[in-house]
Nanobody
Framework: QVQLVESGGGLVQAGGSLRLSCTAS????????MAWFRQSPGKEREFVAV??????????YYEDSLKGRFTVSTDNTKTTFFLQMNDLKADDTAVYYC???????????????????WGPGTQVTVSS
């Protein structure tokens, strides 16, 4: 069993930066896909970024519109992963969720329904 908890959300002005963290308890995330999603009021949960599991090359993937502003990474222990968000815009306002899954296939990395474990979410608000 994996429990995830996000931290680092808050209120920031447009153009500012935030770094979200997702910490796992119970085990390391070696072998897991580690992903970030976000959800705004009235919208479906959308993919942000993911680190593919080692069997899929540990590559990082991003929502196209966020490339260049957002960066996903993990620490050496593979118990915490991060989402660095730069040049934030009002449209980035959302609840951000981290998720992980051990058995997910490459073609499903962007699909929230394919992830078994989720954090409770952290609010990010960008003021314009």
């Amino acid at each position: 069993q994996v429990q995830l908890v996000e931290s680092g959300g808050g209120l920031v002005q447009a153009g500012g930066s935030l770094r979200l963290s997702c910490t796992a308890s119970g085990r390391t995330l070696r072998g897991f896909a580690m992903a970030w999603f976000r959800q705004s009021p009235g919208k479906e949960r959308e993919f942000v970024a993911v680190i593919a599991p080692p069997r899929h090359g540990s590559r990082t993937y991003y929502e196209d519109s966020l490339k260049g502003r957002f960066t996903v990474s993990t620490d050496n222990t593979k118990t915490t992963f991060f989402l660095q968000m730069n040049d934030l815009k009002a449209d980035d306002t959302a609840v951000y969720y981290c998720a992980c899954d051990e058995r997910i296939i490459l073609s499903s990395l962007r699909l929230p329904d394919e992830y078994d474990y989720w954090g409770p979410g952290t609010q990010v608000t960008v003021s314009s």
